[in-house]
């Protein structure tokens, strides 16, 4: 505006300059004359002589024009500056907005961020999923880089048709832009850390619940095989009283493929002639790939896929005693302990034989066919207990701590638990066993 009415008052000057030195030379086409005309703001003088007066209604149709143009250009600069604060002042209303929005919102119990009562949420209702608010953030960081951007195009269009934009406002928008990006970029942040936590909390409850069902299955399994009333799984035995062919006990497990083996067992009995067959294992195509037997008046006798042994041991005196029978491939060799000692040994058993994997252990009866058509004069009679199965040859000083009670050491393929052994026909039973001192007592008395 300052610069509009500096034009009119150069404008009047020289109009009435202009009367002025007509009045004094009437004389038309003779004499110079100065004339006032525009020129840059801070020069000396506004007199610049000038040749013979123009035509005077074309200088001031000239004139005329030039003060239209003027007045256009400032009324289109106007309407930019308008358009521009009105943007400043949406942009600043914006900015007042979210750092209201920062004292005033929290977030709440779910990790997502909420606005209280009195204070609006400056940039829509943000999602609980904290990903989707740094998505929503991203957007109005956006948008507003956007209309920084159609600010500065409009100031170089501006700076092209002569026209300027204030370089404060510019500033103003910058920095304004500067402290929202980092409001931003600290309320990410803090969303990114705020779901660290609520993963890392999960993970660990997670964690903890899994131990927590993986003991209480470990305590139900502990329960359900001490279910019997044992003092613990191992501490039964098994009692058949009676010679027949329907009366037997069945391990659930079965045996690998095994190059050797030891089988270890108490037993108890007094029957004659022979105390019977206290275990068998047999397999499709050799129902006596393994078994242990006494069969009328002939010694016990050990059968590997059909072949024989007989073993120097003498339980038929109705004391418990402990028996262990060892073999290997290599060369068929043997081994059999009572009560921890060795009482015979040989070999050309069954050499270089594997033990065939998948059949059936049944104690108390001889097997005709894999699990069945038992024979009544094969059958055991007494109790059975701590039948173990190992995959190797155990040393003798193994043997003989289990023997003398310094220890137990379950089997390695098959062991003598409650839940692994299956009792059939009636008079058979699971019954407490009696303590391992109790047992020694009656194999040295």
């Known amino acids: 505006m300052l610069f509009l009415l500096r034009l009119l008052c150069f404008y009047a000057l020289g109009l009435g300059y202009g009367k002025l030195v007509r009045g004094q030379d009437d004389t038309p086409g003779t004499g110079t004359r100065l004339l006032c005309r525009v020129i840059p703001v801070g020069a000396d003088t506004c007199l610049v002589p000038v040749g013979p007066e123009p035509n005077a209604a ?35 209303a914006k900015l007042s907005l979210c750092e209201s929005a920062s004292d005033g919102g929290k977030y709440d119990n779910g990790g997502s961020w909420s606005k209280s009562k009195d204070n609006q949420n400056t940039m829509g209702d943000l999602p609980r999923d904290p990903n989707d608010t740094i998505d929503n953030l991203g957007k109005t960081m956006q948008s507003l880089k ?8 409009q100031q170089q269009r501006a700076n092209t048709s ?25 309320k990410v942040n803090n969303l990114e850390e705020e779901k660290s936590l609520l993963y890392n909390e999960t993970a660990a409850h997670r964690q903890k619940t899994e131990s927590t069902l993986n003991s209480l299955l470990t305590r139900i399994n502990e329960l359900e095989k001490g279910g019997g009333g044992f003092k613990s799984p191992e501490q039964f035995k098994l009692v058949l009283p009676l010679r027949t062919n329907y009366l037997y006990g069945r391990m659930t ?19 004659g002639p022979g105390i019977g067959t206290p275990f068998s294992y047999g397999v499709p195509g050799q129902a006596n790939e393994i078994v242990l037997i006494e069969w009328g008046n002939n010694p016990i006798e050990l059968l590997i896929n059909d072949k024989v042994a007989q073993l120097p041991l ?25 009560d921890g000692q060795r009482l015979g040994a040989g070999d050309n058993l069954a050499p270089w034989h594997p033990i065939k994997p998948g059949g059936a252990i049944i104690l108390g009866q001889e097997q005709d066919i894999v699990g069945g058509r038992f024979d009544a004069t094969q059958a055991f009679v007494g109790e059975l207990s701590q039948v173990n199965i190992w995959d190797n040859v ?14 137990y050491t379950p089997g390695n393929v098959v062991s003598w638990l409650d839940s692994d052994v299956e009792v059939f026909g009636g008079g058979a039973a699971k019954l407490p066993l009696e303590l391992c001192q109790d047992r020694l007592s009656e194999t040295e008395s």
């Open 58 to 92: 074309a200088q001031e149709e000239e004139l005329r024009n030039t003060v239209m143009q003027l007045r256009e250009t400032i009324l289109q600069q106007k309407e930019n500056i308008v358009n521009q604060l009105g943007t400043i002042n949406e942009l600043t």
């Open 146 to 153: 956007d209309r920084l951007e159609n600010l500065e195009q």
């Open 162 to 186: 002569g026209t300027s934009f204030p370089s404060e406002l510019r500033d103003l928008l910058q920095s304004r832009l500067g402290d929202l990006e980092k409001q931003l970029l600290s």
């Open 253 to 271: 497990k079965s045996l690998p493929e095994m190059y050797a083996f030891t089988l270890c067992m108490w037993l108890r009995s007094s029957a």
């Open 314 to 338: 003498s339980v038929r005196d109705g004391r418990w005693h402990h028996i262990c029978i060892t073999w290997t491939t290599r060369d068929g060799l043997w081994e059999a302990y009572q």
């Open 394 to 407: 155990l040393k003798p000083s193994d043997i003989l701590t289990m023997a003398n009670c310094s220890s």
